[in-house]
């Protein structure tokens, strides 16, 4: 099971675009420890991204770096594909 989400991770570094704004530059995986602080009380409206990967069940997401800081700084980023 490790090594197909290690493959899906792969497959999307390949794919070589930002999952939040499509650009093709700069591309960083952004990693939580556990899907459970997507939940986090206290967090009233949800940033696009956090959708995605509670969405998407998944811990990593494919961003590059302006999207990655703007993740860090809790500011919202651009809108998601789906």
């Known amino acids: 099971m490790a090594s197909t989400k290690r493959n899906e991770l ?27 602080d997507l939940n986090r009380p206290g967090r009233p409206d949800r940033p696009a991204w956090v959708h995605l990967m509670a969405k998407r069940r998944r811990k990593t997401l494919v961003v590059c770096r302006t999207c990655h800081e703007h993740i860090h700084a809790g500011q919202a980023s651009a809108s998601t594909r789906n």
């Open 10 to 36: 792969i497959r999307r570094l390949l794919a070589g675009h930002c999952e939040l704004c499509e650009s093709r530059t700069g591309l960083e995986v952004h990693h939580l420890r556990k899907l459970a």
